[in-house]
């Protein structure tokens, strides 16, 4: 039966986003990836530092494509006296977008809310009011009267995200937070729905991958141990369609006009001239972005495992990136599944 993939995206994206995964907590969130791709693989496997793999057996060349499954997040490192809660960053977070802002802390006994807390601009002087925010300038307030009542509920290492549930801002653009890289989940969901349909003598691994946020630490793991001849990883990218961005500086990609193909030595060049060619005989919307260094992506990791492996990068516009309200366009998505598609159905 065909779906009508947009919507069908728009459904499981509600549901992953809903789902805390911060690095080395993507428990949840592999769990519903397993679930949703065990229908249309011969195999779902978990290895022991979490990324889950999910085969569909074939004779031909061995294809691994990846999205990852982390997102930024933060750690409790110290309760004061008062029952105020500090932190670290995972990942990379813009500190001076963090205060007010409402935080889930992934507690033993259950979720805790909190607020993130700073020292109101009324009471600041001058150097405090222009510095850069570090994580000890903040706090998390949960409403403890004091430590130990801030201990019965939270332990230093619980980790934490921003909260930002998804909100449909017009038929296709969608905002949440964490959209970086759940919405590459969901593109690896709706390609798996297709590989029954799909004639393809490829053996295919669908992977979600673990600590990406953290230095692509998952897909160095999985790609030593999968050994693919070929490598797709699929990650969000700078939109650049809103002020302040530059085309001459920062290229030029929208939301909307399609699926990224980044071009740059992190991709081999046969990879991307086969899918360029592949959207342009298909009618599929594409965009071209030039990346003249490692991609801070899983591909960086892929592409020099082992002795090498040819590595190609599918990328989905993104506004905000890193922020609690990131912005994508279901449509790049739709139109990434459809190129994967159409990349599984040839032959090597």
């Not at 290895?47 to 074939?58: P, R, T």
């Not at 980790?159 to 593109?187: F, W, Y």
Request: charge should be negative.
């Amino acid at each position: 039966m065909q779906i009508d993939m947009e919507s069908w995206l728009k459904d499981i994206l509600h549901k992953m986003l809903l789902t805390a995964s911060p690095s080395g907590s993507e428990e949840q969130i592999t769990a519903l990836f397993a679930e949703q791709l065990r229908p249309f693989v011969d195999e779902v496997t978990t290895d022991v530092n979490g990324n889950c793999i999910a085969h569909k057996q074939g004779t031909g060349p061995k294809v691994m494509i990846m999205a990852h499954a982390d997102e930024i997040g933060l750690m409790i490192s110290y309760i004061d006296d008062r029952g105020f809660l500090y932190f670290k960053e995972i990942g990379g977070i813009d500190t001076n977008l963090l205060p007010g802002q409402r935080v889930n802390i992934m507690g033993q006994q259950g979720l805790v809310t909190g607020v993130i807390g700073k020292k109101p601009i009324h009471l600041q002087d001058k150097s405090e009011n222009t510095k850069q925010l570090e994580p000890e300038d903040l706090w998390i307030d949960i409403a403890a009267k004091d430590k130990s009542e801030a201990q019965s509920k939270v332990q230093i290492g619980d980790v934490a995200t921003l909260q930002g549930n998804p909100v449909q801002l017009n038929d296709t653009l969608l905002m949440s937070r964490s959209l970086d890289d759940k919405i590459g989940l969901a593109v690896l969901m709706g390609l798996a729905q297709n590989l029954q349909s799909l004639q393809t003598d490829k053996d295919i691994y669908l992977v979600a991958s673990v600590q990406e946020e953290l230095g692509a630490r998952g897909a160095k793991m999985i790609t030593e141990a999968i050994r693919p001849d070929i490598g797709i990883a699929i990650d969000v990218t700078h939109a650049t369609d809103y002020p302040t961005m530059s085309p001459t500086k920062d290229g030029d990609i929208s939301l909307g006009k399609g699926a990224v193909i980044p071009m740059g030595p992190n991709m081999s060049k046969g990879i991307n001239q086969q899918l360029i060619s592949l959207a342009k005989s298909n009618g599929i919307p594409y965009q071209i972005e030039a990346i003249a260094r490692p991609t801070g992506t899983d591909a960086r990791e892929i592409q020099v495992a082992g002795t090498g492996i040819r590595t190609g990068l599918i990328s989905i516009p993104c506004r905000y990136m890193h922020t609690p309200s990131e912005v994508v366009s279901l449509a790049d998505a739709d139109s990434a599944i459809t190129l994967l598609s159409a990349y599984l159905h040839t032959r090597e």
